[in-house]
């Protein structure tokens, strides 16, 4: 009895499996635009038929089954399916962005010549590259750019030390523990550190304000 339960049972099962298989025919073409695993879900496209794949950017891939061109060597521009229908001056088939379509297009394989002093060929021809960025030491502006990096710099230096003295402060005042003179201690650095962040900005504004728009200083101004 047991045996022709499990005889049954897996006759039932080899029905199913058959007919769930039979059920994801392959796509045939042309097709609709539908999502990348719904199409491979349904078992990709029918025989002479090429999967399109349209990029959509930040959202999802759509796919479609399409017939494929037999046209050969286009020229640049022209719509194609796949790289091997271009021709040798723009060998490449692909998109300029998400949801276009896709051309034959030239493939950029030129290296930029660095300029002078360009060791990593992003700097251009003013600057030097560091680890720190480009320093532009090489243009003629009377050394008005390589300023403009050193207060950047020192800005940012100067904030940052700011925000660690803030941060000092407060663990000084939250593990003080009742000692007044840890907690003034805190407190003074507290409005010390604060002071100095907020000079630090004003100092910006004041100099662009005074220097640059009333009294135009040579080296300040465009």
Same mark, same amino acid.
């Given at each position: 009895m047991k045996k022709?339960?499990? =005889?049954?049972?897996?006759?039932?099962?080899?029905?199913?499996?058959?007919? +769930?298989?039979? +059920?994801k025919a392959a796509v045939s073409c042309p097709s609709s635009d539908m999502s990348c695993q719904?199409?491979?879900?349904?078992?990709? $496209?029918?025989? #002479?038929?090429?999967?399109?794949?349209?990029?959509?950017?930040k959202g999802p891939t759509y796919c479609r089954c399409d017939v494929l061109n037999p046209v050969v060597n286009l020229d640049c521009g022209s719509p194609c399916q796949t790289s091997s229908q271009c021709? +040798?001056? $723009?060998?490449?088939? %692909?998109?300029?962005?998400p949801g276009t379509a896709q051309t034959c297009q030239g493939l950029n394989t030129a290296t930029p010549t660095p300029g002078p002093g360009d060791l990593h060929g992003n700097c251009g021809a003013n600057g030097i590259s560091?680890?720190? #960025?480009?320093?532009?030491?090489?243009?003629?502006?009377?050394?008005?750019?390589?300023? #403009?990096?050193?207060l950047g710099w020192a800005i940012g230096i100067a904030g940052g030390i700011a925000f660690l003295l803030i941060v000092y402060a407060g663990f000084m005042i939250m593990t003080s523990s009742g000692n007044p003179e %840890?907690?003034?201690?805190?407190?003074? =650095? =507290?409005?010390?550190?604060?002071?100095?962040?907020?000079?630090?900005?004003?100092?910006?504004?004041?100099l662009n304000f005074i220097g640059v728009k009333i009294l135009q200083i040579p080296g300040l101004t465009k």
């Open positions: 022709k339960i499990i =005889l049954t049972l897996f006759v039932f099962l080899s029905i199913f499996i058959v007919t +769930t298989k039979s +059920t719904q199409l491979d879900a349904q078992g990709g $496209c029918a025989s #002479g038929c090429i999967n399109i794949v349209t990029p959509g950017g021709g +040798t001056a $723009c060998p490449g088939c %692909r998109a300029n962005g560091t680890a720190i #960025g480009c320093v532009p030491v090489l243009g003629n502006d009377n050394g008005v750019g390589f300023y #403009g990096f050193l %840890r907690l003034k201690a805190g407190q003074e =650095l =507290l409005t010390s550190a604060i002071s100095g962040l907020v000079l630090l900005v004003f100092s910006v504004f004041i």
